[in-house]
């Protein structure tokens, strides 16, 4: 039998699709696993490359494979989908991953361990209930402006309300409206209660990690940056500049240039939507406070001069995103420039 160099893996939660090749190329195998049977496949064949999707539980399958022996190389589906020669089908999608998988200029996804997984799982979680609570907090100020009970935007008037709510001796809600709103308002509470645990859980964890620390020293960067920037970037340095690292965020101009003409759009918005949002609301925070007395730097007001806020605010996210990059593969603390400081 010929010796299998290259296996390509396409993913699925039962029924997984495996395309092998020889050093020529050749293909080789081509067949359908049960989910129990992949770990008991590997194990038999001699160490080669194989590649698979960066999906949902390719971390797993990726730390389960290495374990055998193999060379595991995970890349981003958009990479791989050029090399699907005709129509979608889970044969097809292992042919293209073992296709691109030999590629040398292909990129590859760093294969993450199982605490930076649940690192970001913590992230994750919070993002979740933090939107949960917007959602019903939204709903119960909507349901009592039908009553003509309004409130000031934001989540400090969200108390008042539920006040409001818990107050049976205001009339101006019926009684079967009060029993809703109050199931509603016990709702946004205990979300309250559960963001609070996993933010103080995230700030315990940053201040554990020096890297995590150093990041916290950033204008505009917190404890919920820091801690997300740790959980998606495990390996900074495969980024060769800063500007490297902002365009895999989504932080830098659409390129559509040809025939020598350069043509840059709005921001690209790919990578990591979180770490991205997260970013942008950071600096427009930092802008907001210049506006009171903050001292800035000099391009930024130059900046403010002539583009919208938000133009401003974004590229301010790009500044700050190199800044990450920068700490986080040559070391040391952010050091305020001399602009910057007040006399």
Not at 3 to 20: E, M, N, R, W, Y
Not at 207 to 216: I, N, P, Q, S
Not at 280 to 289: D, E, F, P, W
Request: glycine share 6%; hydrophobic share 45%; with cysteine.
């Amino acid at each position: 039998m010929e010796k299998i160099t290259t296996v390509g893996l396409d993913l699925a939660k039962s029924v997984f699709q495996v395309h092998a090749i020889d050093d020529a190329g050749v293909p080789i195998i081509r067949r359908a696993l049960r989910r129990s049977q992949v770990l008991g496949f590997f194990s038999k064949l001699p160490p080669c490359v194989v590649g698979m999707e960066a999906c949902a539980s390719s971390h797993f399958w990726a730390r389960e494979i290495r374990a055998l022996g193999h060379d595991v190389r995970m890349m981003p589906p958009i990479y791989v989908k050029a090399y699907v020669k005709r129509g979608k089908t889970d044969a097809a999608d292992a042919e293209a991953i073992c296709e691109a998988v030999t590629r040398p200029t292909m990129r590859f996804v760093p294969i993450k361990t199982a605490d930076q997984q649940g690192a970001g799982m913590i992230l994750k979680a919070r993002d979740l209930l933090v939107r949960q609570r917007s959602q019903a907090a939204n709903a119960l100020r909507a349901h009592l402006s039908e009553l003509g009970i309004v409130a000031s935007a934001g989540m400090a008037s969200i108390s008042k309300l539920i006040q409001l709510v818990r107050e049976e001796s205001d009339d101006r809600m019926p009684d079967i409206a009060r029993r809703a709103l109050m199931a509603m308002a016990e709702q946004i509470e205990a979300l309250a209660v559960q963001v609070e645990r996993l933010e103080r859980q995230i700030t315990t964890n940053v201040k554990d990690d020096e890297e995590a620390r150093r990041l916290t020293s950033i204008p505009g960067v917190g404890p919920i940056i820091a801690a997300t920037v740790k959980a998606a970037v495990p390996d900074p340095r495969g980024f060769r500049t800063g500007r490297d690292f902002a365009a895999w965020i989504g932080l830098t101009p659409r390129a559509h240039s040809s025939g020598g003409k350069e043509r840059l759009g709005s921001i690209s918005k790919r990578g990591n939507r979180q770490l991205r949002t997260l970013l942008i609301v950071g600096a427009t925070s930092i802008l907001k406070l210049g506006k009171r007395g903050l001292k800035l730097p000099r391009w930024v007001d130059a900046l403010m001069l002539r583009r919208p806020f938000k133009v401003v605010a974004v590229a301010l996210a790009n500044k700050i995103a190199r800044t990450i990059w920068a700490l986080l593969v040559k070391g040391g603390m952010y050091q305020t420039p001399r602009a910057m400081i007040k006399a």
